[in-house]
C-alpha cells in the first residue's frame, strides 16, 4: 500500500548487470509499497551509444528536476578520454556526502556482528587533484607535486551530517579519523572542525583516530567502531576496506548526498562476465534503494526489506552464486518479495 504521495526519482539501469538487477530491486520496491515512480534514464556505455555521452543532458536534467537518483553500474567506455562518470555526477551535483554503511548479512565471513558506518567527504582533500610536474634538468617528470585542500565549511558539513545520522539512527559514537599528526594543516582542520560540531552533539561520544591506527584496528577489532567520519582519500580507502570486513564489494551500497541531489548507488561495477546471465546479486543496489527509502523519510519500509533479506539469506538460505547460492536474481528477489507478503 502506498504510504504518501509518489515520489519521481530517476532511475539509472546502467551498464552490463545493471538492467537485471534494477529490475529486480524495482520489483521489490513495489512490493513493499515504496512512494518511488520511476524516471528511467540511460547512462554510462548505454548513453553513449544513443546519445554520444555517458553523462546526457536528459539524464542530468532528470536528477537536477527529481533530486534523488537510484544509479545502476555504469562502465566508464574505454577510449574516447571520457572522464569517470561518477565524478563528474558528484562535481554537477555537489554531492559532498559519500554514505558507506557496512553491516554483516551472511555469517560465516572473517567478521560477524559488523555494523560500521562511514561517511567521507566527497569533494575536497587530495582529490581536487590539484597537481604538477616540475622539470628539472631536462626530466620533466623529475618532480611531482599535489596541493590538497580542506575546508572549515567542506569539514563542518560532513561531520554535521555524521552527527545527525548518529542522532537519527540512535548510534552511540562518531570517530573522526585524520592524519594531523603530519598533515598538521590539510587534516587538523578535519579534526579540529569535528571536535567543534561535536560539542553540539553532547549524547554522542566521539572520539579520533589517525588513519593508520585506524586501519589496524579496523581489521584487529572492528567491533570498537560505529560510525566513522573521515577525508575524501582517508574514506575511499577505508570504505572498500570496510566492504571487505563483510565479504567484498558484492554487498555494499553507498550513496552521494548534496544540498541538491542525492544519488544512490551499489559500489560494484557492471560485472561484463555474469551480464545477461541473470545470475548476478542485487543486493547492493536493494541496500541502496534503502538508503534511498531512508533519505525520504520512509524508513519503516527500508526496514521491513532488511528484515526480508535477513529471512531470505539466513532462514530460507536463498542466495545468488557470488554468495555460494543457485538462486537466480529474479528467484533471489520472489524470495524476497514473498517475505514481504
Ligand atoms: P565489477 O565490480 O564490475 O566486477 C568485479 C567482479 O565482481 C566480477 O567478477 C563480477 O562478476 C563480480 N560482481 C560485481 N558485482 C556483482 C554482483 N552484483 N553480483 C555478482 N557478482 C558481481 O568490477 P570491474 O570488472 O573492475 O568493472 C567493470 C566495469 O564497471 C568497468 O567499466 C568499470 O569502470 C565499471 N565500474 C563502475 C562502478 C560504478 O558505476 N559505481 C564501480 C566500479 C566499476
Same mark, same amino acid.
Given at each position: 500500500?502506498?504510504?504518501?504521495?509518489?515520489?519521481?526519482?530517476?532511475?539509472?539501469?546502467?551498464?552490463?548487470?545493471?538492467?537485471?538487477?534494477?529490475?529486480?530491486?524495482?520489483?521489490?520496491?513495489?512490493?513493499?509499497?515504496?512512494?518511488?515512480?520511476?524516471?528511467?534514464?540511460?547512462?554510462?556505455?548505454?548513453?553513449?551509444?544513443?546519445?554520444?555521452?555517458?553523462?546526457?543532458?536528459?539524464?542530468?536534467?532528470?536528477?537536477?528536476?527529481?533530486?534523488?537518483?537510484?544509479?545502476?553500474?555504469?562502465?566508464?567506455?574505454?577510449?574516447?578520454?571520457?572522464?569517470?562518470?561518477?565524478?563528474?555526477?558528484?562535481?554537477?551535483?555537489?554531492?559532498?556526502?559519500?554514505?558507506?554503511?557496512?553491516?554483516?548479512?551472511?555469517?560465516?565471513?572473517?567478521?560477524?556482528?559488523?555494523?560500521?558506518?562511514?561517511?567521507?567527504?566527497?569533494?575536497?582533500?587530495?582529490?581536487?587533484?590539484?597537481?604538477?610536474?616540475?622539470?628539472?634538468?631536462?626530466?620533466?617528470?623529475?618532480?611531482?607535486?599535489?596541493?590538497?585542500?580542506?575546508?572549515?565549511?567542506?569539514?563542518?558539513?560532513?561531520?554535521? =551530517? #555524521?552527527?545527525?545520522? !548518529? *542522532?537519527?539512527?540512535?548510534?552511540?559514537?562518531?570517530?573522526?579519523?585524520?592524519? +594531523? %599528526?603530519? /598533515?598538521?594543516?590539510?587534516?587538523?582542520?578535519?579534526?579540529?572542525?569535528?571536535?567543534?560540531?561535536?560539542?553540539?552533539?553532547?549524547?554522542?561520544?566521539?572520539?579520533?583516530?589517525?588513519?593508520?591506527?585506524?586501519?589496524?584496528?579496523?581489521?584487529?577489532?572492528?567491533?570498537?567502531?560505529?560510525?566513522?567520519?573521515?577525508?575524501?582519500?582517508?574514506?575511499?580507502?577505508?570504505?572498500?576496506?570496510?566492504?571487505?570486513?563483510?565479504?567484498?564489494?558484492?554487498?555494499?551500497?553507498?550513496?552521494?548526498?548534496?544540498?541538491? =541531489? #542525492?544519488?544512490?548507488? !551499489? *559500489?560494484?561495477?557492471?560485472?561484463?562476465?555474469?551480464?545477461?546471465?541473470?545470475? +548476478? %546479486?542485487? /543486493?547492493?543496489?536493494?541496500?541502496?534503494?534503502?538508503?534511498?527509502?531512508?533519505?525520504?523519510?520512509?524508513?519503516?519500509?527500508?526496514?521491513?526489506?532488511?528484515?526480508?533479506?535477513?529471512?531470505?539469506?539466513?532462514?530460507?538460505?536463498?542466495?545468488?552464486?557470488?554468495?555460494?547460492?543457485?538462486?537466480?536474481?529474479?528467484?533471489?528477489?520472489?524470495?524476497?518479495?514473498?517475505?514481504?507478503?
Amino acid at each position: 500500500k502506498k504510504t504518501k504521495a509518489a515520489i519521481t526519482a530517476t532511475l539509472i539501469p546502467g551498464d552490463g548487470i545493471g538492467p537485471e538487477i534494477s529490475a529486480a530491486v524495482v520489483a521489490i520496491l513495489d512490493a513493499a509499497g515504496a512512494p518511488f515512480k520511476w524516471d528511467k534514464q540511460l547512462g554510462g556505455v548505454a548513453a553513449v551509444d544513443k546519445h554520444g555521452d555517458p553523462a546526457p543532458k536528459p539524464l542530468l536534467d532528470s536528477i537536477t528536476k527529481n533530486k534523488i537518483a537510484l544509479k545502476g553500474p555504469l562502465a566508464t567506455p574505454i577510449g574516447g578520454g571520457y572522464r569517470s562518470i561518477n565524478v563528474r555526477l558528484r562535481e554537477t551535483f555537489g554531492l559532498y556526502c559519500n554514505l558507506r554503511p557496512v553491516r554483516t548479512l551472511v555469517p560465516g565471513g572473517r567478521y560477524e556482528n559488523i555494523d560500521i558506518v562511514l561517511f567521507r567527504e566527497n569533494l575536497e582533500g587530495l582529490y581536487v587533484a590539484w597537481e604538477h610536474y616540475l622539470n628539472i634538468d631536462g626530466d620533466p617528470h623529475a618532480v611531482a607535486v599535489s596541493s590538497g585542500i580542506n575546508t572549515r565549511a567542506g569539514s563542518k558539513r560532513i561531520c554535521e =551530517a #555524521a552527527f545527525e545520522y !548518529a *542522532v537519527k539512527h540512535k548510534r552511540k559514537k562518531v570517530t573522526v579519523v585524520h592524519k +594531523a %599528526n603530519v /598533515l598538521k594543516a590539510l587534516t587538523g582542520i578535519f579534526l579540529e572542525t569535528g571536535k567543534m560540531v561535536a560539542k553540539d552533539y553532547p549524547k554522542i561520544e566521539c572520539n579520533d583516530r589517525i588513519v593508520d591506527a585506524c586501519a589496524m584496528e579496523l581489521v584487529l577489532n572492528p567491533w570498537k567502531y560505529d560510525v566513522i567520519v573521515t577525508t575524501n582519500l582517508f574514506g575511499d580507502i577505508l570504505s572498500d576496506l570496510l566492504a571487505g570486513l563483510v565479504g567484498g564489494l558484492g554487498m555494499a551500497p553507498g550513496a552521494n548526498i548534496g544540498d541538491g =541531489a #542525492a544519488i544512490f548507488e !551499489a *559500489v560494484h561495477g557492471s560485472a561484463p562476465d555474469i551480464a545477461g546471465k541473470g545470475i +548476478a %546479486n542485487p /543486493l547492493a543496489l536493494l541496500l541502496a534503494a534503502n538508503l534511498m527509502l531512508d533519505h525520504v523519510g520512509e524508513e519503516a519500509i527500508s526496514k521491513r526489506i532488511n528484515n526480508a533479506i535477513d529471512a531470505v539469506l539466513n532462514k530460507d538460505n536463498i542466495r545468488t552464486g557470488d554468495l555460494g547460492g543457485k538462486a537466480t536474481t529474479k528467484q533471489f528477489a520472489n524470495a524476497v518479495i514473498k517475505r514481504l507478503k
